[in-house]
C-alpha cells in the first residue's frame, strides 16, 4: 500500500490481464461478528485485510473473543455463544460503519441481558456519520444508548445494569438514511430471541436492499432464518441460535471488481481483464454492476468465479438510471460517464451523503477538476462528458476526502484521452477495504513507456545518490534502480561463476564476452529497500569496498553495460522511477523530464564513506579513501564509454554543505515545479 502524500498516475492507454480481488468488506465483518457471537469455532478463509476489518478484529480481541490467524487471509474465531466474556471495554472503530452500528447494537443487547459498559469511538469523520435512528431503535426497545458527544452521532457509551427488553411490539428503524441500520439489529437481535419472535418493522423506503440481502444469506449460514414480508417487515424465530457453519470462503469484494470492470470496458481493447474470485452468481448486490457496465456498452462475460470484460461500445452509451441497489458501485459509474456519448444522470443515491465523506458533493467537486460538467441534487447527480478528442481535459489533484472509494474511482480518469497525468492525494485511504488496489491496477494497465516517469540521480562515487534516490523514490511511490547495483552485481555474479575481474583478466576479449552475457540475463530484483540475486538476498554483499571496486572496472566496459541497458530501461514501469547511477541522464533515459547531477567534493564524500564504514564495523583509512575517490572519479570521467558527466539539462546539486533531508526536498520542490498540478 502506498503511504505517500500523493500518488501520480501518468497517462494509462490500454488494460487487459488477470486479477483476484481481495475479500468483501460487507461479507467479512458481517461474517467476524456472527462469528464471534455464536457457540464454537469457525475458520474464516479469503477474508478481506483492510483497516475495517482490522478495527473488526481489535474490537473482537476486546471483547474476549478468541482469534487465531492460519495465513495472511485465513482466521479461525472461537465465539462468545452469546456471552460477554469482559463487562467493560473502550473500542476504536476508525471510520468502520459496517463495524460501528452492528457493534452497537450486538452490545445493547447482551448488556440490557447480561449488564457491562462500553464505548465506542472512530475517527472525526466516523462522529459526523448519523447513528440516531439505530440508537433511537434500541432505545425504543428498552436498551442502554447514550452518545457521548453530538446526540445522534458517535461516540456512544453502551449498557449499564441489566434491563428487560421490549419484545412483545415490533422494533422499528429508518430505512432510507443506511441500511447497515436495519442490519446491526438483523445480527443482534436473535440474541434475544430464545424465547419468542422478534418483529422488525422498517419505516420508510430501504435503501441499499442488496447488502440486507447479504445479511439474510449470511444468517441461514449461522442458523438463523429470517423470515420477511417485503422488504418492511423482517420476523426472527422464537428459539433463534447462532451455530457456527464450521467454515465459511468470503467473496471476492463486488464493489472493488467495479473498478477493474470500468477499466476493461474502457481500454480492453486487445485482450480482456479477467476478474477472478466472482462470478455472477455472488451474494453480493454489486455484482449487479455488471448490468450497469453492460448497458454503457461493456462486453461482460461470466463463469462461476469469474468474469471477463472487453470494452464493446466507443465511447461509452450515456445512462439514466436508479442506482438505489448498487450504491457503493454506482460511484464507479460516474467516472466512466466522462468517456460517455451523452450526460448520465445517477439517480437514489442519498446514501452517499452519509458514507465517508458526503460523496456526492465530493464527487461533483472532483469531477469539475478534470473539466467536466457536473450536476447535483439531493439524491442525484449528472454528468456530463468530455470530449472524445481529448480537448477540455485537464490535468487535476484529486482530494479524496480519507474516502477509499473517492481514490480509486478517480485512477479511472487516467484513461483520459488528453494523455493527462492524475494526481491522487493521500493514496493510503484505499487500504480502508483494497490496500494492494493501485498495485493491482498497475498489473491490467499499460502506459507508454515515455510517458512513464523517470527522474534521474546521476553523480560520482560516494555523492549520495543511493541516498537520495532510495528517498525520493519512497516519497513519490515509485520505483527505484540503482544501476551501480547492478554492475556490483554483475562483479558478485562473476565470482560465483568463477570470472575474475581484475585489470588483467578484463583484457581478455573471451573474459569480457562471459560478463556481458552474465550482465544480460542477471536475475536482480529490487524491493523494501533489499537487493536479491537469483532469490539471495544480497544487499550488504553489493555494498563491500571490494564490490565497488569491481563494479567500478567492469562498468567500463561497453559490452558490459551494452548488455545492461535493456534490463535497465525494463525497471521503467508505472506508476514511475528513479533511477541512480553515472549515466541514467546521458544513455539510459535520455527522455527523463528530470535529470539531477549530485556531487560533493572528493574530501566530504571521502569522510561520509569513513563514517558509514566505521559504523559498520569495518576497518578504514580515510587518506585511502580519498585517494581511491580521486583515481576512481578520473577512471569514470576518462572512459570511454559513457564517461561521467551531466546531462546538458541536467540540474547540478552540490550537496557538501546540505542534510540528506535537505537534498531529498530540494530534489522534490525541483520535481513538483515540473508537474501541471501545481504546488
Known sequence: ???????????????????????????????????????????????????????????????????????????????????????????????????????????????????????????????????????????????????????????????????????????????????????????????????????????????????????????????????????????????????????????????????????????????????????????????????????????????????????????????????????????????????????????????????????????ATELRKFGASVEEGPDWLRVHPLPHDGSGWRAAAIHTYDDHRMAMCASLAAFNPARQPVRILDPQCVGKTFPDYFETLWTVTQADPARIPVLCIDGPTASGKGTLAAAVAERLGYHVLDSGALYRLVGLAAERAGIATDEAALADPAVVARLAALAERLPVRFGDGRIWLDGDDVTQAVRSEAAGMAASRVSALPAVRAALLALQRGFRRLPGLVADGRDMGTVVFPDAPLKVFLTASAATRAQRRYEQLISRGEPANIDSLLADLEARDARDRARAAAPLKPAEDALLLDNSALSVDETVQTVLSWWQRRQPFGD
Open 1 to 363: 500500500m502506498y503511504r505517500t502524500a500523493f500518488l501520480d498516475i501518468p497517462p494509462l492507454t490500454r488494460a487487459g490481464g488477470t486479477v483476484r480481488l481481495p475479500g468483501s468488506k460487507s461479507i467479512s465483518n458481517r461474517v467476524l461478528l456472527l462469528a464471534a457471537l455464536c457457540d464454537g469455532e469457525t475458520v474464516i478463509e479469503d477474508l478481506l485485510d483492510s483497516d475495517d476489518t482490522r478495527v473488526m478484529l481489535d474490537a473482537l480481541v476486546a471483547l474476549g473473543c478468541g482469534l487465531q490467524r492460519l495465513g495472511p487471509t485465513t482466521v479461525r474465531v472461537r465465539g462468545l455463544g452469546g456471552r460477554l466474556a469482559v463487562r467493560e471495554a473502550r473500542l476504536f472503530l476508525g471510520n468502520a460503519g459496517t463495524a460501528m452500528r452492528p457493534l452497537t447494537a450486538a452490545l445493547a443487547v447482551l448488556t440490557a441481558q447480561q449488564g457491562g459498559r462500553f464505548e465506542l469511538s472512530g475517527v472525526p469523520r466516523m462522529h459526523e456519520r448519523p447513528i440516531g435512528d439505530l440508537v433511537d431503535a434500541l432505545v425504543e426497545l428498552g436498551a442502554r444508548v447514550q452518545p457521548l458527544g453530538q446526540p445522534g452521532y458517535p461516540p456512544l457509551a453502551v449498557g449499564g445494569e441489566p434491563t428487560s427488553l421490549r419484545l412483545d411490539t415490533p422494533v422499528r428503524v429508518r430505512g432510507d438514511v443506511s441500511s447497515q441500520f436495519l442490519t446491526a439489529l438483523l445480527l443482534a437481535l436473535p440474541l434475544a430471541a430464545a424465547q419468542r419472535p422478534i418483529t422488525i418493522e422498517v419505516l420508510g423506503e430501504l435503501i441499499s436492499k442488496p447488502y440486507i440481502e447479504i445479511t439474510l444469506r449470511l444468517l441461514e449460514r449461522f442458523g438463523v432464518t429470517v423470515q420477511r414480508a417485503g422488504w418492511s417487515r423482517f420476523v426472527i424465530p422464537a428459539g433463534a441460535r447462532y451455530t457456527t457453519p464450521g467454515r465459511i470462503h468470503v467473496e471476492s469484494d463486488a464493489s472493488s471488481a467495479s473498478y477493474f470492470i470500468a477499466t476493461g470496458a474502457i481500454a480492453a481493447t486487445d485482450a480482456p481483464v479477467t476478474i477472478e474470485g466472482l462470478g455472477l452468481a455472488s451474494i453480493q448486490g454489486d455484482i449487479r454492476f455488471v448490468e450497469a457496465a453492460q448497458a454503457m456498452g461493456a462486453h461482460i462475460d461470466g463463469e462461476a468465479n469469474r468474469l471477463h470484460v472487453r470494452r464493446g461500445a466507443w465511447p461509452l452509451r450515456a445512462i439514466d438510471l436508479d442506482c438505489n441497489h448498487i450504491p457503493d458501485a454506482a460511484m464507479t459509474l460516474a467516472v466512466m460517464a466522462l468517456y460517455a456519448d451523452g450526460p448520465s444522470t445517477l439517480r437514489h443515491i442519498g446514501s452517499w451523503r452519509v458514507k465517508e465523506t458526503d460523496r456526492i458533493a465530493a464527487m
